[in-house]
C-alpha cells in the first residue's frame, strides 16, 4: 500500500504533497516548506501553545464537521492526511479583513510581542466555531494550553467574551463535501529513506501489520509520542497510526460498560466517561488542554504507562480491564494488572490495546478523583488520587484507592484499603488510613515535589475526600477558583 502522496485541505485549498520523513511535524512543514510562518514554536512539547492550528474532520453525521485545534509542533505530517488545517493566515475574509476573533484582540488589547497571539487566536477560533454563548468557564478551558507571558490573561479573556455573537461566512457542509472530495479509497503506506508509515483502516490488518512488525511504535494521538522525536531525537524507523481505524473508535455503553476503543481521543471519551462518574469531572478538565486532549486518546495514556498519568487511578478503581489483541488473539486483563514495573507493561511484542471497558457505576457509590499540581491547567501531576467508596450505614463495605506520582506505576493503595474495609466510616479510621499510606508507597523527590511533600499531599487528599463524603455539598477546586 505504499503512496508516499498525502492529500488535506489548507485554509481552503487542497494540498498534495510528497512526505519524504514521516516524522516531520505539521509545524515544520508550514514553516519551512509553505513559509506560514504566522504559526509559532515556543516549546515543540505541546506545552505552549504557540503552535496551534485548527483541524476539521468530517464528523459522525457525514454532513457534518468535527473541529478541534491540535499542537502542530508535536503532530506528525502524515497523520493529517485526509483532513482540513486552517492556520491564522486562513482567517482573514475574502475582502482581507481580519476576522471577528482576531478584530476582538485588537479591539481589547489582547497582544504584546504577538508571539503567543496566533496560538490564542486559533483557540479563540475554535471556541467560536463550537460555543455561541462561552461562560468564563468555557473561555478558562479553552485557553488552558495556551501560554501568554507579556500580555497577561485579563484582555485576552476580555476579546473572547466580546466575540460573541460576530458572524462570518462558515457552512459546515462545504467543508464536509470538500472532505469528502479528498478522501482516500485505500490506506495509507508510506516507504522513503528506510523508514516506513502505515495507517491501515481496519482492526485486522493493524493487527497483522503489528504482529509481523513488532518492533514498529504504535502512534496515536502522538501526544507522548510526537516528544521522543522532537525532543528526545529518536528516529523512528516503522510507524503503525492507529487513528483511521475503525473498530478502534468504538464508543458505547452496554447493560454492564462503558467500552471505548483504543483510539478514541480524550476529548470524545472523557464526556462518556464523566456523563456516568462526574466526581472525575474535576481530574478529567484538568487533563493537560484542549489540543492534547483532542489528540491524544485514552489507550495511549494506559499504554504509555507513566507513573504520573491522569487516567490510571480513576479507571483502576471503578475496576476497568483491557481487551489486548494480537494477532487473531484476544485477552482481558484488568488495569491494576497491566504495571510490571516502570513503564513496563504486560502487552506482549506485537500486542496492543483493542478497548478499555469501564464497568457502570453502582447506586450509591462514590468514585472521584484529585490531581495535585503546581499549576491549575496544562501540568503533569505531583500527585493524583482517586478513590470508590461503598458504605453499609456509617460502615465502609468496600473502599478502593489508587495513586499516581508515587511509585514506580500507578497502583492500588492496598494497606490502606485494607485499614478501611468494613471500618467505620469516621475521622479515627481515616487517621489510620493515613498512617497505612506511608507503608503503601516510598515516593521519590523531584521537581514536582519532595518525597514528604507527596506522602503529606495524598494523606491530606485522602482526609479531603473524607470531609467531601460526610459535606452537605462536597466541594471542588472550583469552587475556590483556579
Ligand atoms: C503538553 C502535554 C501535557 C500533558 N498533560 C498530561 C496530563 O495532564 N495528564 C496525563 O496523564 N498525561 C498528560 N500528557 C501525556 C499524554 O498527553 C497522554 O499520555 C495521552 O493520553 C497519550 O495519548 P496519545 O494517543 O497521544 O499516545 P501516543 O503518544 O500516540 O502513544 C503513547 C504510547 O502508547 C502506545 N500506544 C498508543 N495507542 C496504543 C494502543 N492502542 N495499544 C498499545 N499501545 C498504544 C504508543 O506506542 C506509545 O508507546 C501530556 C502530554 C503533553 C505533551
Ligand atoms: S510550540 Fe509550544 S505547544 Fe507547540
Ligand atoms: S503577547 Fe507576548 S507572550 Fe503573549
Known sequence: MADNTIRFILNGDAVETEVADPTRTVL?????????????????EGD???????????????????????NSCIRFLPTIDGKELITVEGLRGKDGGLHPVQQAMVDEHGSQCGFCTPGFVMSLYALYRTNDRPSRRDIDDALAGNLCRCTGYRPIVAAAQSMAGAAD??????????????????ALGIRSDGRCYFAPRDIDTLAELYESRPHATL?????????????????????????????????????????????????????????????????????????????????????????????????????????????????????????RSYQVDELEPGEFIASIRIPLPEDGVIVSSRKWSKRFDQDISAVCTAYRLALDGDDVADFRMACGG???????????????????WDERTIEKACAALAADFRPITDMRAS?????????????????????????????YGR
Open 406 to 424: 508515587l511509585a514506580e506505576t500507578v497502583k492500588r493503595a492496598t494497606a490502606c484499603e485494607r485499614v478501611l474495609d468494613g471500618a467505620r
Open 219 to 339: 502512534l496515536a494521538g502522538g501526544t507522548d509520542v510526537g516528544l521522543w522525536v522532537t525532543k528526545r531525537y529518536r528516529e523512528l524507523d516503522t510507524v503503525i497510526y492507529t487513528g483511521g481505524v475503525r473498530e478502534l473508535q468504538e464508543r458505547r455503553v452496554s447493560s454492564s460498560h462503558i467500552v471505548i476503543g483504543g483510539a478514541v481521543t480524550l476529548a470524545d471519551a472523557i464526556p462518556l466517561i464523566v456523563d456516568h462518574y462526574p466526581g472525575l469531572d474535576e481530574m478529567f478538565r484538568r487533563f493537560a488542554s484542549p489540543p492534547i486532549r483532542y489528540a491524544g486518546t485514552l489507550g495511549g495514556n494506559i499504554a504509555n504507562g507513566s507513573p504520573i498519568g491522569d487516567s490510571m487511578p480513576a479507571l483502576m478503581v471503578t475496576g476497568t480491564s483491557l481487551v489486548l489483541r494480537r494477532g487473531a488473539e484476544r485477552r482481558e486483563l484488568p488495569l491494576d494488572e497491566f504495571y
Open 48 to 70: 505552549c501553545g504557540a503552535c496551534t492550528v485548527v483541524i476539521v474532520e468530517i464528523g459522525r453525521g457525514g454532513d457534518d464537521v468535527r473541529i478541534g485545534t491540535i
Open 451 to 479: 518525597a514528604d511533600m507527596r506522602l503529606f499531599a495524598v494523606q491530606n487528599l485522602l482526609r479531603r475526600f473524607y470531609l467531601e463524603t460526610i459535606a452537605d455539598a462536597p466541594g471542588t477546586v472550583y469552587d
Open 169 to 186: 461566512h462558515w457552512r459546515p457542509a462545504d467543508h464536509a463535501a470538500q472532505l469528502r472530495s479528498i478522501a482516500r479509497d485505500g
Open 28 to 44: 515544520q512543514f508550514l514553516r519551512e516548506d509553505l513559509r506560514l510562518t504566522g504559526t509559532k514554536e515556543g516549546c515543540a
